[in-house]
Each structure stands twice: as structure tokens, then as C-alpha cells.
């Protein structure tokens, strides 16, 4: 049995190996997109989805027009709009489908996954590659000790904290502002 510091090590090393293979133009690109953008709108399934729910929370906090997919406040999408959409393993029907209405809606779709010749990322109008073990590449030899997408998931976390530093800078938002726009609903 590991002990709690061995496995954080183990842990800490797979993401460290994800992250530094994601190129940094992807950042730029992705920042760009945002920054870009009239609107954002993100989606995600499962838990890569709970990663965009935070992401877009910190887009908010930097003054971002935002919203989460299914939430009963999101617009509707059209030109000038951004769909960021997550599909680490890159066949996610789901994801397909609201890739499809916003790309005939006029958006531009940014996709971010593991696997870049599956259908979501074909269906994007720019993808970001982030090469993760997803639930699709979790089994046979060398797989991560962490269970099905963590590794993708977690990789996630780190790329849009990565992201959001970089667009405050961008945008020119303090400290101080973002905490302004933070909720006082607590």
C-alpha cells in the first residue's frame, strides 16, 4: 500500500506529464478565443463538465459574458459567440450535438480533448489538444493508477487556471476586481 505522499507524487508526476505537452500557441489560441468573443458559452459532461462550471465561474469574475450550457439563463448562441466544449474522449454525442447547433448557428466552437480525429474535435472549428488518458485510452498496459479521465480532468483544472492568469493580464482586470464580481450570496 502507497502511502498518501507517494500517491499524491505519483499523482502530481502524470499531471506534470500531461500539462507540459500542451502547447503553449493552445493557450494563445484559447485566450484569443475568449477574449474575442461576445459570448461565451461552455459544456462539458460528467466531471470534465464540473471543470467548465469553475472555469466559466473564474470567466465571470474577470467581467466575461458566460454562461453554462443547460442553465436556464444561457442565450442563444450565434455569431460573435464561443461554444468551449470538452470531449476528452472525443465521442461524446452530447457534445456532437451542441458543437452541430452552435457551428449552424454561427458560433465558433473550440474543443478541447485527448483524442483529435474523433467526431467532436472533426465538428469544431478549433481544437486544443490536451493528451490525457480519458476513458477511452483506460485500459491495457500502461495505464495511470488514477481511475478512467482523471488525468484528463485534472489536466483540465490546471490548462484554465493557466488560461485565467493569462487573460487577467490580457483584459487588464485586478485582483481587486475580480473579487468585486465574486458573489456575496454565500
Known sequence: MHTSHELFESILSELDR????I????????VDQIAGARHVAVFGCGREGLQLKGFAMRLFHLGCSVSVVGDMTT???????????TAGPGELPTALCMTTVARNAGA???????QPCASVPAAASEVIVVPAQTMASDQGEDVSMLPMGSVFEGSLFLLFEVAILRLQARLGVSDAQMRSNHTNLE
Open 18 to 21: 500531461s500539462v507540459r505537452q
Open 75 to 85: 442565450p442563444a448562441i450565434g455569431a460573435g459567440d464561443l461554444l468551449l466544449v
Open 23 to 30: 502547447a503553449d500557441a493552445d493557450i494563445d489560441r484559447l
Open 108 to 114: 465558433a466552437v473550440l474543443a478541447i480533448t485527448a
